[in-house]
């Protein structure tokens, strides 16, 4: 399989390095390079600049969340949406287990993580439309509830950039 993504781009591997499962934002590839049951259509966008991100559940190296964004320039509703895989099923091939779920409205295109190890992983975005940063701690029981702070320049909507590029920390 030969993934067609401008931007957007996650993949992850087991403890050896073996691959798992890869996405583009929209479709899921297990690591047979075939489409993941129920791997399509998943929510996110292959040119948003940060439209993947896959983050393990911490104490399970079997469950793994998607996260995926909107591009700025398409249909204005600028959705974050999550995504959950469980490689265990499919004779360890992966299925996604559920998909499409709105985590919140308003985001820019950037995203990225923290913590990985200490039982809890952080996803960290930027909100379009303020200058709020929103934090998700993720636990072994899932998504927790958001952590917000208002820090720096709006990103405001008249000025479509501000919701695209990388976030990086």
């Not at 287990?97 to 995203?111: A, F, G, H, I, W």
């Amino acid at each position: 399989n030969l993934m067609t993504s401008p931007a957007a781009a996650s993949s992850i591997s087991d403890s050896n390095g073996d691959l798992l499962f890869y996405t583009n934002g929209f479709t899921v590839w297990n690591n047979e390079h075939r489409v993941m049951i129920n791997g399509d259509s998943i929510g996110g966008d292959s040119t948003s600049a940060q439209g993947a991100l896959i983050i393990p559940l911490p104490n399970d190296p079997t469950i793994f969340y998607i996260f995926t964004t909107d591009k700025v320039w398409g249909d204005y509703s600028y959705d974050l949406k999550y995504s959950v895989v469980d490689i265990k099923k499919d004779t360890a091939r992966g299925v996604v287990l559920v998909k499409d779920m709105p985590l919140y409205q308003n985001s820019t295109e950037r995203m990225t993580s923290s913590g990985f190890g200490g039982g809890t992983s952080w996803l960290l975005t930027h909100e379009y439309g303020n200058n709020n940063f929103r934090s998700y701690p993720i636990t072994q029981d899932g998504i927790q509830s958001k952590v917000t702070a208002p820090i720096g320049s709006p990103h405001r909507y008249s000025e479509q950039r501000n919701g695209t590029a990388n976030m990086k920390i």
